[in-house]
């Protein structure tokens, strides 16, 4: 793979799951296992180091994870967003990756091909410093891949935007990459979000 084997991705798994009441999205069942284990294993397919951002322990998603050759990262400042998750996860990036791929826990249509997908569209020559999974209609979403350059930026992140205002800086140097579907963008956050997913793929099936 070259420029593109220093590639590590980071799984983020450390929210909430608050509008779930009471149960915890990354625990859903997909494809015969959690959430949370399924997007590692996509991820380390497609990845030789693969991060997982979790809440502190003890938690149940460290078990539905167990025997994954995946480094788990916990997040003590979890519930303060996503800037958190985002902080702790880019500083314990080996030294030697020159790019990072960053991918949310709550995408569950997302496959690896997708990831590969974005992964062979990097170009770390070119002046572009994101490259970003979007719908099959443009719109953007996950995976995203950060070039080593912008990794120190996120440092300074806080609540829970993301890293939105990192790809917003990167302006015109973000290439977009369309992937199948609304793959990209796809996250269930509610129950009745989880039960219509599940409807529907029942009659695509």
Same mark, same amino acid.
């Given at each position: 793979?070259?420029?593109?084997?220093?590639?590590?991705a980071?799984?983020? $798994?450390?929210?909430?799951?608050?509008?779930?009441?009471?149960?915890?999205?990354?625990?859903?069942? *997909?494809?015969?296992?959690?959430?949370?284990?399924r997007?590692?294993?996509?991820?380390?397919?497609?990845?030789?180091?693969?991060?997982?951002?979790?809440?502190?322990?003890?938690?149940?998603?460290?078990?539905?994870?167990?025997?994954?050759?995946?480094?788990?990262?916990?997040?003590?400042d %979890?519930?303060?967003?996503?800037?958190?998750?985002? =902080? =702790?996860?880019? $500083? %314990?990036?080996?030294?030697?990756?020159?790019?990072?791929?960053?991918?949310? #826990?709550?995408?569950?249509?997302?496959?690896?091909?997708?990831?590969?997908? *974005?992964?062979?569209?990097?170009?770390?020559?070119?002046?572009?410093?994101?490259?970003? #999974?979007?719908t099959?209609?443009?719109?953007?979403?996950?995976?995203?891949?950060?070039?080593?350059?912008?990794?120190?930026?996120?440092?300074?992140?806080?609540?829970?935007?993301?890293?939105?205002?990192?790809v917003?800086?990167?302006?015109?140097?973000?290439?977009?990459?369309?992937?199948?579907?609304?793959?990209? =963008?796809?996250?269930?956050?509610?129950?009745?979000?989880? %039960?219509?997913?599940?409807?529907?793929?029942?009659?695509?099936?």
């Amino acid at each position: 793979m070259g420029q593109l084997s220093n590639i590590p991705a980071i799984v983020l $798994a450390a929210g909430q799951s608050a509008r779930m009441r009471g149960t915890d999205k990354l625990l859903q069942q *997909v494809d015969g296992k959690p959430l949370i284990r399924r997007q590692c294993e996509i991820a380390r397919q497609v990845c030789a180091r693969v991060l997982v951002a979790l809440p502190p322990a003890p938690h149940d998603r460290y078990t539905a994870i167990t025997g994954l050759d995946v480094t788990p990262i916990p997040v003590p400042d %979890a519930t303060e967003g996503m800037g958190a998750s985002l =902080r =702790r996860a880019f $500083a %314990a990036l080996p030294t030697d990756a020159n790019a990072a791929l960053l991918l949310l #826990g709550d995408l569950p249509d997302l496959t690896a091909d997708d990831l590969r997908t *974005v992964l062979q569209a990097v170009d770390l020559q070119s002046r572009n410093l994101v490259w970003r #999974g979007t719908t099959s209609d443009g719109r953007a979403g996950h995976p995203i891949i950060f070039a080593k350059s912008l990794f120190a930026e996120f440092a300074n992140l806080s609540g829970d935007a993301g890293g939105q205002s990192i790809v917003k800086k990167a302006g015109d140097r973000v290439a977009l990459v369309a992937l199948s579907g609304d793959h990209a =963008r796809n996250d269930l956050d509610t129950p009745e979000d989880w %039960a219509n997913w599940r409807a529907q793929r029942l009659v695509r099936d």
